[in-house]
């Protein structure tokens, strides 16, 4: 992720969106709440790590993560401008997270994380496949990208210190953690449906492929 996250051109601004005033209408205020759910310092994850114990090149790679979350966030403002859409500052959906998050420690952080990184890969897929714009498929394309290596980073560590969690904790975690998933999934395809079906991806589709990745990224975050 550390090659990654200096490697995108930097987009200063989106100059034209090329869409037209309904599938503006539409696709801004979704995309507003997911900017706002990129937007966060990291902080508390930091924190958390540094108490965990990990060991520098983690906390390192954790870095890299969180800044390419905020170039994402990024991104999405610059499209949002472009759209006339204002940014959000609130939204009931980020600050469940926010709450979850908080709750208990790095390995409940991430695995929280991972839920919202689950759902983005298939929301952020659609709008690179459907939107009609080219330089918004570039960018819905380079935070998907970044998306599969978030994903990928955190299946490849996490598993580790989930695997300290006594194995009923384990199993439970497991359980929390896919319920999670597929309430998040279901909040999303209702409350962004319109805009996914425009793109292209009925809400059952998308709700087949967030559960098809699930079932992928559980069996690997999991794995004893
Ligand atoms: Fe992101
Ligand atoms: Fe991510």
Redesign the pocket.
């Known amino acids: 992720m550390s090659e990654r996250a200096g490697c995108h051109a930097h987009l200063t601004r989106v100059d034209h969106t090329g869409l037209d005033r309904a599938t503006a209408a539409l696709l801004g205020p979704s995309l507003a709440i997911f900017q706002l759910?990129?937007s966060g310092t990291g902080e508390h994850l930091f924190e958390a790590a540094r108490r965990a114990g990990t060991d520098a090149d983690y906390r390192q790679c954790l870095q890299h993560f969180i800044a390419?979350?905020q170039e994402?966030?990024r991104l999405l403002a610059l499209v949002l401008d472009a759209l006339g859409e204002p940014l959000r500052h609130r939204h009931w959906t980020d600050g469940a997270f926010v709450l979850i998050r908080r709750a208990h420690s790095l390995r409940t952080e991430i695995l929280v994380l991972m839920v919202?990184?689950v759902v983005?890969l298939s929301y952020?897929g659609a709008l690179a496949g459907g939107v009609a714009s080219p330089d918004l498929t570039e960018v819905f394309g380079r935070?998907h990208t970044?998306?599969m290596v978030?994903v990928a980073f955190h299946a490849d560590t996490l598993p580790n210190q989930l695997r300290r969690f006594p194995r009923p904790v384990h199993a439970l975690s497991r359980v929390l953690w896919s319920t999670l998933v597929v309430g998040a999934a279901l909040v999303v395809a209702k409350e962004h449906g319109r805009l996914l079906a425009y793109v292209g991806v009925p809400r059952r589709r998308f709700l087949r492929q967030v559960l098809s990745d699930h079932r992928r990224i559980g069996a690997t975050l999991f794995r004893r």
């Open positions: 759910g990129e390419e979350e994402h966030a919202a990184e983005a952020y935070i970044d998306e978030h």
